[in-house]
């Protein structure tokens, strides 16, 4: 803030591969391998569960396979995006933490980015039936025609202004990365970054471990024109890594590349002033699900200190999430169920770590949930993600979290919100 990316695979592929990376769980050396099939059906009507704690409500979402990213404007409903159990592309509004019906978007195979640059109105990015990719604008929550992208995979966006957006993604013939300006819901043009592979904001050509099904880092924008991007030097190819990338544009021709040592690659970044940013990402290593993630900082563009995501223990923190409303907060989530708080300025570093209720095993036992997006409003933020749910077809569910961030910021112990842990 803070996913079907290559026609080449199928939903079906897609979705194994997502229970492989959600098994991942935060106990050091224990892994939770839930061998199943997955038949496709879903719903077009929200089902949904509830479990709540003083912290927060986790609602689990049937209809829904997945949500791969959230966005909340100043005022109306959040939006949260993803992919139903057939990989359709899906949108769910929600209104003071209660999800609305889930909405089926045609023409679309998953949806992977969303961004309010203004009041009741969301932009949204995923892959297309007839187009590579689509832009679907909503307005009061209500999804309008997709927008068909020719000749890109779009995976995220941020805006900068009421009317200008920036989505990341791949040219459709995996040659090049590349941005796409949107402006009005119009698509404007669409830009090759130089100076970076193709799947270096994590698309098709990329075997990224966090590759999900239509979705990549989440860029930030300050303007209309100037964003921070992030990324990957190199793709993942089996064992072979690279380092994390943080990428300056400017009206979508790049300013400055750097790579970042310490990281194996950035899964998001969000700015809190126009030199000011926070990137969340993973360290070098073959088990990266197995450590604690990274906290970068970033000024002007340039990483400053890189800090372990850990606080006082050593417990796997990979944030997969990261929204900054000022200079003095940030919020992140983790692919364990986990809701992080995040001090930006300076050398950034962790405030408070506190569980989702029920995110601690799922709401069906041995299911840890995971997120992959957080986003606020004026009053309170919205975390969203997935978790496995054997009692569908599918095999998963769609999850959101409703939080209220003076909640989270009023905690002081983490070992006491992580149950002891």
Known sequence: MDHVRSSERTPREWRRRWVVRRTLVRFVGVTVLSAVSFLGGSSSVSATTSNRSSTGTLRVVKSAFNFWDVGCPDQGACIAVGQGGHGEGVIVPI??????????????????????????????????????SVVVPVTDGHPGKPIAVPGAFLFALACGSPTSCWATGESSNFAHAVVVHIVNSAIERTYVVGNVPPGAFFGPSSNSPNGGTAYGPTPS???????????????????????????????????????????????????????????????????VGLIPGVIVGVTNGFPGHVVSAALGHNLALQLSGLWCETSTTCFAVTRDGLVVSIVPAGTPRVLTIAPAAGALTGPHQGAPVGFDAVSCNDSSCVAVGGEFEPTLLQRAAGVLYSFGREILLGSTSAEAQLCGL
Request: hydrophobic share 35%; charged share 10%; with cysteine.
């Open 221 to 287: 924008c300050v303007s209309a024109t100037s964003c921070v991007v992030v990324g990957a030097t190199r793709p993942y190819y089996g064992r072979t890594q690279g380092r994390g990338l943080i990428v300056h544009l400017v009206n979508g021709v790049v300013k400055t590349v750097t790579s970042v040592p310490g990281t194996a690659q950035l899964t998001g970044v969000s700015c809190v002033s126009v030199s000011t940013c926070v990137a969340a990402g993973e360290p070098p290593g073959s088990y």
């Open 95 to 132: 209104n003071h933490g209660i999800p609305e019906p889930t909405v089926f978007v045609p023409g679309s195979r998953g949806l992977g980015g969303v961004a309010c640059p203004r009041a009741n109105f969301c932009l949204v990015t995923g892959n297309g039936t007839l187009a590579p």
